[in-house]
Nanobody
Framework: QVQLVESGGGSVQAGGSLRLSCVAS????????MGWFRQAPGKEREGVAI???????RYAPSVKGRFTISKDNSKNILYLQMNNLKPEDTSMYFC????????????????WGQGTQVTVSS
């Protein structure tokens, strides 16, 4: 059974930093692509960063240069380092897993964590 558990969210002021973590279990971690998504109230869930097998990484244009996705295969942990946070980054952040190839479309990801809230004040 695939399980994804996020942590690391919180409240920060604009310009601050947070690091999100996602501990994965129940599947062969290295055979799945991993991603971070976010969803603000009243808005659709959107892709933030994806790391594919072979460490091919894609970022949403709104976070490129500020966020860094990485993973530790030995510990089955996915990270999202978020720097220079802006109020518009305020959202619930979700970790997701998908076999083989990642996509930007949330509906195509079968496995999700429960989410961790990030709030950025101006």
């Amino acid at each position: 059974q695939v399980q994804l558990v996020e942590s690391g969210g919180g409240s920060v002021q604009a310009g601050g930093s947070l690091r999100l973590s996602c501990v994965a279990s129940g599947y062969t971690y290295s055979s799945y692509c991993m991603g971070w998504f976010r969803q603000a109230p009243g808005k659709e869930r959107e892709g933030v960063a994806i790391i594919n097998i072979g460490d091919i990484i894609r970022y949403a244009p709104s976070v490129k240069g500020r966020f860094t996705i990485s993973k530790d295969n030995s510990k089955n942990i996915l990270y999202l380092q978020m720097n220079n946070l802006k109020p518009e980054d305020t959202s619930m952040y979700f970790c997701a897993a998908r076999p083989l190839i990642g996509t930007e479309y949330p509906a195509q990801w079968p496995y999700w964590g429960q989410g961790t809230q990030v709030t950025v004040s101006s």
